[in-house]
């Protein structure tokens, strides 16, 4: 007889579906939340303005997978700089070529 096992992801706010894992840390603290689109999207926008006025913590560890990031800055700086700046970018996979070419020439 053939199991299929099926686990279903629930967003940790209000119960729906989730769509992905949000990993972040405050205080010292990584906290990891299951959220749907909608309220990934919340949490960014939040986080957003505090984001573009800080700076990262170079310092800090992080579990990884042992990929190396390629040349660059990375994504999600690039993208919440570019919610700061009122642009519209995706909240997952890569940051488009005009995003990441404004980002450089405000910082360079």
Do not use: C
């Not at 994504?75 to 700046?85: C, G, M, N, S, V």
């Amino acid at each position: 007889m053939a199991k299929r096992v099926q686990v279903i992801h629930t967003d940790d706010i209000d119960g729906s579906a989730a769509d992905e894992t949000v990993s972040f840390a405050l205080d010292g603290i990584a906290y990891s939340i299951d959220l749907s689109a909608a309220n990934a999207r919340k949490l960014r926008d939040a986080f957003a303005p505090f984001i573009a006025a800080g700076e990262r913590d170079r310092s800090a560890r992080r579990s990884g997978t042992g990929r190396r990031k390629s040349g660059g800055t990375a994504a999600t700086e690039i993208r919440a700089w570019a919610i700061a700046q009122g642009m519209q970018v995706s909240s997952r996979g890569r940051v488009s070529a005009e995003v990441r070419e404004a980002y450089e020439r405000a910082h360079s």
